[in-house]
T-cell receptor, first 114, second 114 residues
Framework: AQSVTQPDIHITVSEGASLELRCNYS??????LFWYVQSPGQGLQLLLK??????LVQGIKGFEAEFKRSQSSFNLRKPSVHWSDAAEYFC????????????FGKGTRLSVIA | SQTIHQWPATLVQPVGSPLSLECTVE??????LYWYRQAAGRGLQLLFY??????ISSEVPQNLSASRPQDRQFILSSKKLLLSDSGFYLC?????????????FGSGTRLTVV
């Protein structure tokens, strides 16, 4: 069965510092991988996605993620964090068809301090 | 452009009362539709999904049911709410024929059962 592990429940970084959020997945076929961000009380917004091709994908808000098949990982990175990046981040894995819904990790809450 | 609507935004219901949450999508046809629940510290739990009218797949047997009476309408229901049904309910859609897209989420319904 597919699963996603986000090992860090809560991360605190200083504004301007770099960020890496970890995501490991388990999936029996070619994975479709996603990162979403959620502000308090809001729905989820898609940051970036990976299906195939270049293993380094760029997303919105200056985020990027790297797919490493050998490590079953899809870590999210940002070189310089802004206070507005404070939110909950979810990694998800799924398949191509509607019958393979996305499975989400439990999320990583990011706090940004001055 | 496509939009997804979810209502109500917040709901406080007594234990044992019925529930009906509605989700509609505009600007597309034959979408794949999903209901997720988000409880504190537990990430997103897939409840139901539908790939077509009248087609409902249940992921977690529990006190809830779902229906898809029209192509772009997805309803989450309960006959008698339990305290454990409290949570943040999110509806999402994905184009049925364009699986390379991720999900688009509604803004969610915060349900508190008292």
């Amino acid at each position: 069965a597919q699963s996603v592990t986000q090992p860090d429940i809560h991360i605190t970084v200083s504004e301007g510092a770099s960020l890496e959020l970890r995501c490991n997945y388990s999936y029996g076929a070619t994975p479709y991988l996603f990162w979403y961000v959620q502000s308090p009380g809001q729905g989820l917004q898609l940051l970036l996605k990976y299906f195939s091709g270049d293993t380094l994908v760029q997303g919105i808000k200056g985020f990027e993620a790297e797919f490493k098949r050998s490590q079953s990982s899809f870590n999210l990175r940002k070189p310089s964090v802004h206070w507005s990046d404070a939110a909950e981040y979810f990694c998800a894995v799924g398949g191509a068809s509607g019958n393979t819904p996305l499975v989400f990790g439990k999320g990583t809450r990011l706090s940004v301090i001055a | 452009s496509q939009t997804i609507h979810q209502w109500p935004a917040t709901l406080v219901q007594p234990v044992g009362s019925p529930l009906s949450l509605e989700c509609t999508v505009e600007g597309t046809s034959n979408p794949n539709l999903y209901w997720y629940r988000q409880a504190a510290g537990r990430g997103l739990q897939l409840l139901f999904y539908s790939v077509g009218i009248g087609q409902i797949s249940s992921e977690v047997p529990q006190n809830l049911s779902a229906s898809r009476p029209q192509d772009r309408q997805f309803i989450l229901s309960s006959k008698k709410l339990l305290l454990s049904d409290s949570g943040f309910y999110l509806c999402a859609w994905r184009a049925g024929s364009a699986s390379l897209r991720g999900y688009t989420f509604g803004s969610g319904t915060r349900l508190t059962v008292v």
